[in-house]
């Protein structure tokens, strides 16, 4: 049996579209979560797209994906650069799991070059703009395929 794929959004992103279109675009995040569903569903899977500025919340969330989802996209924002909490929560996540960011964080200043999560995340992928949630949902599809015995 099949469980969705989480794609979770931390602090701020509540807010896409509506400040710093030079950094994030002008998309706003219903519209992203949109793309996200539409890939997965060509992709013949199912997204549960969330957003949070509380990084408790987060935790909860990937707490919930241990046995609840097949992979998870995180875009964790701001926490990136500081949650030892989420970088514990995802170590006891046995699925994929796929950091994501709008931005290019390394073109960016010093203290956005350092992410808790990469060191357990499969894969990293950023700068691609919003654009790079529905990248990251095929991403994912295909690491999901990769995994299962033929
Ligand atoms: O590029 C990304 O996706 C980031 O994760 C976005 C975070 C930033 O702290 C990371 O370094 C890189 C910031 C998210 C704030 O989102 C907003 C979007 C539009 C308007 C205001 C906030």
């Known amino acids: 049996m099949s469980n969705p794929i989480f794609v979770l959004n931390g ?3 509540n807010l896409l579209g509506t400040r710093e279109p030079h950094i994030y675009g002008s998309t ?3 519209e992203v979560e ?3 569903h539409d890939r997965a569903r060509a992709l013949g899977h199912v997204v549960s797209f ?3 500025n509380y990084e408790g919340q987060i935790v909860e969330w990937i707490h919930e994906a241990i046995d609840g989802a097949d992979g998870i996209v995180i875009n964790p924002a701001a926490l990136t650069h500081t949650s030892v909490a989420i970088l514990d929560a995802l170590k006891n996540v046995k699925c994929p799991i796929i950091e ?3 931005s290019n964080p390394h073109q960016r200043e010093a203290f956005r ?3 808790y999560v990469t060191p357990v995340a499969t894969a990293m ?3 691609f703009g919003v654009t790079g949630y529905p990248l990251a949902v ?3 599809a295909g690491l999901i395929k990769a995994r299962r015995p033929a």
Request: hydrophobic content about 40%.
């Open 138 to 140: 095929e991403a994912m």
């Open 34 to 36: 949109q793309m996200c």
């Open 28 to 30: 706003r995040l219903a």
């Open 50 to 52: 969330r957003q949070s």
């Open 11 to 13: 602090p701020n992103l």
């Open 113 to 115: 070059h350092v992410s």
């Open 100 to 102: 994501l960011h709008i």
């Open 125 to 127: 992928m950023c700068g």
